[in-house]
């Protein structure tokens, strides 16, 4: 089979060396912003009349007819033909002859392939945004349903203080709401042409760059054509942002998996998004949260995969970026995939709210509050921690809450106690008290809910 690049070269490709170098395996994942590059390229060149408008026409026209033998499988993808640039032009000239040849005028691959993956990722953080939507709508559904279950708030894993579970659903919220915005912020620097740039220096033709960016709705055209197809920046960026958003999945995963523990019990995971064991009968697992954290190790993989390619690299253009594409897409079909199921999954967890409850008040988690009782009576706060932490002591050592104490035994500890404690130690009570802007309290939450949804 004849090389488009063959021209130089006496002595065919090596069988080894067709099967290292060729990407056509994965990238024809491309043909379609291929296509969509090139039609707006050639159009173009006809516009400029670097080629003949007639011939511009029938490129056009042919690349059309190609798109549709893509989408009909009945293209034939070849491995001699490399990668799909190359597999698509040759179909071309297949089909309309030397006319075929003038398309790549004023292009080379190097800022065509940096165009079809700007294409691609500029669609596909489209679609991701779509999906940190859904998730977001699946954590706030979640939490207005919920809103009067207490739970204990946790540091280092220790029950920490009451929260409203409708709180701790929300804080994930926030991530997601963080994470379409980085992604949202992203997309502009996806959003820039870098065609025109050609195989490093420019091009000697006429062309019209902004005509082709307006085709594809790119805001901004590249300033400097050896950073253009050199550039992989967007994509590095791109990966992070993957990388942040299934960082922030992988914690509501753990945490998921800690619930529906037997240990912990807030939450029933639902059969049809469990497993069980091949050997142990009462086990159900919650594999979905699982793999979430495990697929969490993969996107990483890809973002570091593109900054060692990228790190070494002269300007510009060199091979190794090929290597960009596998990473790119298998850590979209990733996330994609996580953000889908977890949006899924979360709407049909039963809640435990009696389970929680009883957690939230088993763990002196209103110790703070007996605290901030006695400062409001007047004790200094060091000293009001030392009196509470005295009056835990006391309640591990008999086996009783902080709230089962009676009087008299309150006045052991100080005598600014009164009865009106009780409602300090109850979680409602302490959960309700914490109406900072941000914080727990229902009020607070419902705020934020309204905000959320826009009613505010
Ligand atoms: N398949 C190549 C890639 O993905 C396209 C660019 C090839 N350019 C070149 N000068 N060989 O990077």
Redesign the pocket.
């Known amino acids: 089979m004849k090389k488009l690049w063959g021209g130089r070269f006496s002595a065919g490709t090596n069988e080894a060396v067709e099967t290292y170098t060729e990407?056509i395996s994965y990238?024809r994942r491309l043909w379609r912003h291929d296509i969509t590059g090139s039609i707006a390229h050639a159009r173009m060149l006809g516009r400029q009349k670097i080629i003949p408008r007639q011939d511009a026409e029938i490129i056009v026209k042919a690349l059309k007819e190609i798109a549709g033998e893509i989408e009909r499988g009945e293209f034939v993808f070849r491995r001699e033909y490399?990668?799909?640039?190359m597999n698509i032009e040759a179909r071309l000239t297949e089909k309309i002859g030397p006319v075929g040849g003038r398309l790549h005028t004023a292009r080379?691959?190097?800022d065509?392939?940096a165009l079809d993956i700007r294409l691609y990722l500029r669609d596909e953080t489209t679609a991701i945004i779509g999906l940190l939507e859904r998730f977001r709508r699946a954590l706030v559904t979640l939490a207005e349903k919920n809103t009067d279950a207490v739970m204990p708030g946790y540091t280092h894993l220790q029950r920490a203080q009451p929260v409203l579970f409708a709180h701790h659903l929300l804080a994930y919220h926030e991530m997601a709401a963080r994470d379409a915005d980085r992604f949202s912020d992203t997309l502009k620097r996806i959003s820039v042409l870098p065609l025109g740039s050609a195989?490093l220096a420019g091009t000697t033709f006429p062309i019209d760059r902004h005509f082709v960016a307006k085709q594809l709705g790119f805001a901004a055209i590249s300033e400097n054509s050896m950073d253009a197809v050199s550039d992989r920046d967007f994509a590095i960026e791109f990966l992070s942002c993957c990388a942040i958003t299934m960082m922030h999945l992988s914690r509501l995963s753990e945490d998921i998996i800690l619930w529906a523990s037997g240990e912990f019990g807030f939450i029933d995971l639902p059969d049809s998004f469990a497993t069980g064991s091949s050997i142990m009968p009462q086990k159900k697992n919650p594999d979905v949260a699982e793999l979430t954290r495990g697929k969490t190790g993969r996107v990483y993989g890809s973002l570091f995969t593109l900054l060692t390619i990228m790190k070494g690299l002269p300007l510009a253009?060199n091979?190794d970026?090929?290597e960009?594409?596998e990473a790119i897409f298998d850590a979209v079909d990733t996330v994609k995939a996580a953000l889908d199921v977890m949006a899924r999954m979360i709407p049909k967890m039963k809640v435990k709210a009696a389970r929680m409850r009883e957690a939230a008040e088993g763990g002196y988690a209103t110790a703070t509050d007996l605290a901030d009782y006695l400062v409001e009576a007047g004790l200094p706060f060091r000293d009001a921690h030392e009196v509470a932490g005295k009056a835990v002591a006391y309640c591990i050592s008999r086996n009783k809450t902080l709230g089962e104490l009676t009087m008299d035994e309150f006045a052991g500890f100080s005598n600014l106690i009164k009865d009106d404690v009780y409602g300090w130690l109850s979680v409602d009570g302490s959960a309700s008290r914490r109406k900072s802007h941000g914080g727990t309290a229902r009020e607070a939450v419902l705020a934020r809910l309204d905000a959320i949804r826009g009613r505010k």
């Open positions: 990407s990238d490399e990668d799909i640039h080379s691959r190097n065509q392939v195989a253009y091979r970026m090929q960009d594409k």
